[in-house]
């Protein structure tokens, strides 16, 4: 069974920063195009930041750039989403997904990433 375990969520200040992880189960990941998600209370589910498999080029949503990346490790069989500067639009759960198809390799959109997905951690940035 494929399974993507979320860990790392929390409230964090205005300009603070926070590493959400996802463990993966069942698969490598290395195999796979990965990606966060993020949705906000009343609004739909949109992509923050993904890694393609095809040949390692990222999307990433324009108001996190330089902000937020992502990465992963091979080893631990997880990938990360490092935030730092974070504003309290970016608060909302998170999600991570992992798909071996070229939709997914092409474009960070929820519906590119049928394969698996994390349970969610929610973030909330406010003072």
């Known amino acids: 069974q494929l399974r993507l375990v979320e860990s790392g969520g929390g409230l964090v200040q205005p300009g603070g920063a926070l590493r959400l992880s996802c463990a993966a189960f069942?698969?490598?990941?290395?195999?796979?195009?990965i990606g966060w998600f993020r949705q906000a209370p009343g609004k739909a589910r949109e992509g923050v930041f993904c890694?393609?498999?095809?040949?390692?080029?990222?999307f990433y949503k324009e108001s996190v750039k330089g902000r937020f990346t992502i990465f992963r490790d091979s080893g631990q069989n997880s990938m990360y989403l490092e935030m730092s500067s974070l504003k309290p639009e970016d608060s909302g759960v998170y999600y991570c997904?992992?798909?071996?198809?070229?939709?997914?390799?092409?474009?960070?959109?929820?519906?590119?990433?049928?394969?698996?997905w994390g349970q969610g951690a929610l973030v909330t940035v406010s003072s």
């Open positions: 997904a992992a798909d071996r198809s070229i939709e997914a390799s092409i474009a960070c959109e929820p519906d590119r990433y049928e394969e698996v």
């Open positions: 069942g698969f490598t990941l290395r195999s796979k195009n």
């Open positions: 890694l393609s498999n095809a040949n390692g080029g990222t």
